[in-house]
Each structure stands twice: as structure tokens, then as C-alpha cells.
């Protein structure tokens, strides 16, 4: 362990820690986990339906970056959770899902069933009210959350779905009326 500034270093005790404890889990951990996966797999779900729906280049990078970005944070939540001895929430359905951005079923039908410029618009419009509902959460487990991997979790989600927020609105505005 290495001692004051000019001071010998000494052995760690047994179980002693360098740095600081890790803090504990809290509930705020375990709700963004249990919350951000399904929100993921809604995310998913749309991005699934990307490809044989349109055929414009900056839709489909935007899903192919999506996935790239939500699949493994799903796997990693889920690890988490494991380890904490909880189950992994099934399907993509939360609670509070309208208040977080989740589209309703009718409206993951009227996005299955469009198609070219009409599909684009709706995805970019829905994607865009999730991504800032998963940057709600996230802010919320910044402000209340302890866990340190959960934390920087949310701080991914919430640095890289503002960004994918601001190229969304960008887009949008750009397509034809």
C-alpha cells in the first residue's frame, strides 16, 4: 500500500482494498437495469424492421448503429442483474413505458406496415421520443444511482442517444413533406 507522499509503501492486509469502496447497489441500479432493458429491445424491434422497409442510407445506419450499441448493453445489464440474483425483465414492455418514449402497439403496427419515405418519417419520429426517453432515464440513474457500472451505463446512454437525438431531428427535417 503505498503510504504518504515520502513515506515507505507497506503490504496490504488481506481483504484490505486500494482506492476507494465501490458503492453499494440501490434501488435507483436495479430499476434503470430492469427499465433500460426492455426499452432496449423496443429499440430493437424498430431497428429490425429498418431493412426491408426502406432503402434510404441514413435510416439504415442509423439502426445498424443502434443495435450495434444497445445489444451489448443489454448483455451487460443482464450479466448485472444475474449477479445480483434478479430476473431479467421479458420482452419489451416497462411499467412507466409511455412516460420513458416506448411506442405503443398500435404504433409498432403502423410502423410495420409502412413503407419508403412514409416508414422513414415514423421510425425517425419514434425513435427519436424513445431516445429521449432513455436519456430521461438515464439522467435519473445519474441522480440517484450508486452502482458504478450502472452509472457509466447511463452515461453512455445518455451521451450517445443525445447525440443520435440531435442526427435524428436533422434528418427529419430534411426529408420531403
Known amino acids: 500500500m503505498p503510504g504518504s507522499?515520502?513515506?515507505?509503501?507497506?503490504?496490504?492486509?488481506?481483504g484490505e482494498r486500494v482506492g476507494p469502496?465501490?458503492?453499494p447497489t440501490?434501488?435507483?441500479d436495479v430499476r434503470f437495469?430492469?427499465?433500460m432493458i426492455p426499452h432496449h429491445r423496443q429499440a430493437l424491434e424498430m431497428t429490425s424492421m429498418v431493412e426491408a422497409r426502406t432503402t434510404t442510407a441514413s435510416i439504415r445506419a442509423f439502426a445498424r448503429q443502434i443495435a450495434a450499441a444497445q445489444t451489448p448493453e443489454i448483455k451487460a445489464m443482464t450479466a448485472w442483474?444475474?449477479?445480483l440474483g434478479r430476473s431479467v425483465p421479458a420482452g419489451h414492455q416497462h411499467a412507466q413505458g409511455?412516460?420513458?418514449g416506448m411506442a405503443t402497439q398500435e404504433e409498432l403496427n403502423a410502423l410495420r406496415a409502412a413503407r419508403g419515405a412514409a416508414f422513414d418519417r415514423l421510425f425517425l419520429q419514434l425513435m427519436t421520443r424513445h431516445h429521449a426517453g432513455a436519456v430521461k432515464m438515464a439522467g435519473e440513474q445519474l441522480a440517484d444511482g450508486r452502482d458504478q457500472r450502472m452509472r457509466l451505463m447511463a452515461k453512455d446512454v445518455y451521451s450517445g442517444q443525445s447525440i443520435e437525438i440531435a442526427r435524428m431531428r436533422q434528418?427529419?427535417?430534411s426529408l420531403p413533406a
Do not use: H, K, M, N
Open 98 to 100: 409511455a412516460a420513458y
Open 33 to 35: 437495469a430492469e427499465g
Open 26 to 28: 440501490v434501488a435507483a
Open 81 to 83: 442483474l444475474g449477479e
Open 171 to 173: 434528418v427529419l427535417e
Open 5 to 14: 507522499p515520502g513515506a515507505q509503501a507497506r503490504t496490504a492486509t488481506p
Open 21 to 23: 469502496t465501490p458503492s
